[in-house]
């Protein structure tokens, strides 16, 4: 008669089973000393993490976390890292929403990158005394941040989002504003003193948007302004002394408007000739940025018997003393609605004065992206 023990098996079977390997815990993400600030940098680069690492070194000044799946971040997240952290990456996650409040353990934190997540809203009332870059290009934002908190902040990235307007005064918490790009949005128009204030601002993107018309006095309070980018929007003519009288522009950027050759456009016509030197054309889809100087590529596109002409090439008849004087003299091809001799220049972007390297890749005039 055999002999059952049915309550026995489970522990023999389980006795027989080789004994468990502790898992090792996730590698931590690499890390070096950052040759240009001469701090510990992080790399936790599209490492598939689903959360902030803890096992982070104490002394982390830059931190990158870009290219994972974080769904959201928290306080709690950041509080092993030291307080003079200063750079940090979290561009290619999947962030729907972000509060600033969320790196308030991070007093240092000059850099804060956000972009190409999806976010749709960016809470920013909490207090980061030493942040000068927020970068939120590609997010879907249908409306500007209030800016609250951010009293350092001199670069503000919003390229390709879901902006439709701005409200005066749009940018009068972050004063020390000396980029802001808002390429790539669906702006139609913008009121009067939408930069109000921004006296220290340097460059101005405004290019790829729907704007069809611009307010005379836009630009009355950027009296550091050197690059202004309208290329690629919906403008027909300018207003009279739109642009300050005596102010001198290192780059602006006219070109892909439907400009409307008829006595509206004289003013931008007389502009254009007295400021050759500083219209230029961006050449788009390079790995490096390339600009020409370009006056002649402003082209009327209405009506019919200017289309493709070079603004400085119209002759309006107006009534206006200048109707009857000379163009200025330069070789030029009709068919081809080019320059015989383009002069093409690659450029160095400029930054403000500083000893320091620039933190993040640098921001050159209209690049599109």
Same mark, same amino acid.
């Given at each position: 008669?055999?002999?059952?023990?049915?309550?026995?098996?489970?522990?023999?079977?389980?006795?027989?089973?080789? =004994?468990?390997?502790?898992?090792?815990?996730?590698?931590?993400?690499?890390?070096?000393?950052?040759?240009?600030?001469?701090?510990?940098?992080?790399?936790?680069?599209?490492?598939?993490?689903?959360?902030?690492?803890?096992?982070?070194?104490?002394?982390?000044?830059?931190?990158?976390?870009?290219?994972?799946?974080?769904?959201?971040?928290?306080?709690?997240?950041?509080?092993?890292?030291?307080?003079?952290?200063?750079?940090?990456?979290?561009?290619?996650?999947?962030?729907?929403?972000?509060?600033?409040?969320?790196?308030?353990?991070?007093?240092?934190?000059?850099?804060?990158?956000?972009?190409?997540?999806?976010?749709?809203?960016?809470?920013?009332?909490?207090?980061?005394?030493?942040?000068?870059?927020?970068?939120?290009?590609?997010? =879907?934002?249908?409306? !500007?941040?209030?800016?609250?908190?951010?009293? =350092?902040?001199?670069?503000?990235?919003?390229?390709?989002?879901?902006?439709?307007?701005?409200?005066?005064?749009?940018?009068?918490?972050?004063?020390?504003?000396?980029?802001?790009?808002?390429?790539?949005?669906?702006?139609?128009?913008?009121?009067?003193?939408?930069?109000? /204030?921004?006296?220290?601002?340097?460059?101005?993107?405004?290019?790829?948007?729907?704007?069809?018309?611009?307010?005379?006095?836009?630009?009355?309070?950027?009296?550091?302004?050197?690059?202004?980018?309208?290329? /690629?929007?919906?403008?027909?003519?300018?207003?009279?002394?739109?642009?300050?009288?005596?102010?001198?522009? =290192?780059?602006?950027?006219?070109?892909?408007?439907?400009?409307?050759?008829?006595?509206? !456009?004289?003013?931008?016509?007389?502009?254009?000739?007295?400021?050759? /030197?500083?219209?230029?054309?961006?050449?788009? /889809?390079?790995?490096?940025?390339?600009?020409?100087?370009?006056?002649?590529?402003?082209?009327?596109?209405?009506?019919?018997?200017?289309?493709?002409?070079?603004?400085?090439?119209?002759?309006?008849?107006?009534?206006?003393?200048?109707?009857?004087?000379?163009?200025?003299?330069?070789?030029?091809?009709?068919?081809?609605?080019?320059?015989?001799?383009? !002069?093409?220049?690659?450029?160095?972007?400029?930054?403000?004065?500083?000893?320091?390297?620039?933190?993040?890749?640098?921001?050159?005039?209209?690049?599109?992206?």
């Amino acid at each position: 008669m055999a002999v059952r023990f049915p309550a026995l098996l489970p522990l023999i079977l389980a006795a027989l089973q080789p =004994a468990a390997v502790p898992t090792e815990p996730p590698p931590p993400c690499p890390w070096e000393m950052n040759k240009v600030k001469d701090i510990v940098e992080v790399n936790c680069t599209g490492q598939d993490l689903g959360a902030v690492p803890v096992s982070l070194p104490e002394d982390t000044g830059i931190l990158l976390l870009n290219a994972n799946r974080l769904l959201s971040v928290s306080t709690a997240a950041f509080q092993t890292l030291p307080e003079d952290t200063g750079i940090l990456l979290l561009n290619a996650n999947r962030l729907l929403f972000v509060s600033t409040a969320t790196f308030q353990t991070l007093p240092a934190l000059q850099v804060l990158d956000l972009s190409d997540n999806g976010l749709q809203a960016v809470l920013t009332e909490a207090l980061l005394p030493s942040l000068k870059e927020l970068l939120l290009s590609h997010n =879907a934002l249908e409306a !500007l941040p209030a800016l609250q908190g951010l009293p =350092a902040l001199t670069r503000l990235a919003l390229a390709h989002n879901k902006l439709q307007a701005l409200a005066p005064a749009a940018f009068r918490a972050v004063l020390q504003l000396q980029d802001l790009d808002l390429r790539g949005n669906a702006l139609q128009t913008l009121p009067e003193d939408a930069f109000m /204030g921004l006296r220290a601002l340097k460059d101005l993107d405004l290019s790829d948007n729907a704007l069809k018309e611009l307010p005379r006095g836009l630009l009355q309070d950027l009296v550091t302004l050197e690059t202004l980018c309208l290329s /690629g929007n919906r403008l027909r003519a300018l207003p009279s002394g739109f642009f300050p009288e005596g102010h001198l522009f =290192a780059y602006v950027f006219l070109t892909e408007n439907p400009w409307h050759c008829d006595c509206d !456009l004289v003013y931008l016509r007389s502009w254009i000739l007295g400021n050759e /030197g500083s219209v230029y054309e961006p050449e788009r /889809g390079l790995g490096k940025t390339k600009v020409e100087v370009a006056p002649e590529k402003v082209l009327c596109q209405s009506p019919s018997e200017h289309l493709q002409k070079p603004i400085i090439r119209f002759k309006p008849n107006c009534g206006h003393v200048w109707d009857a004087e000379e163009e200025e003299e330069y070789e030029y091809n009709d068919e081809e609605s080019t320059p015989t001799h383009p !002069l093409v220049a690659s450029l160095s972007p400029v930054y403000p004065p500083s000893s320091e390297e620039p933190t993040t890749a640098p921001h050159t005039p209209c690049e599109s992206l």
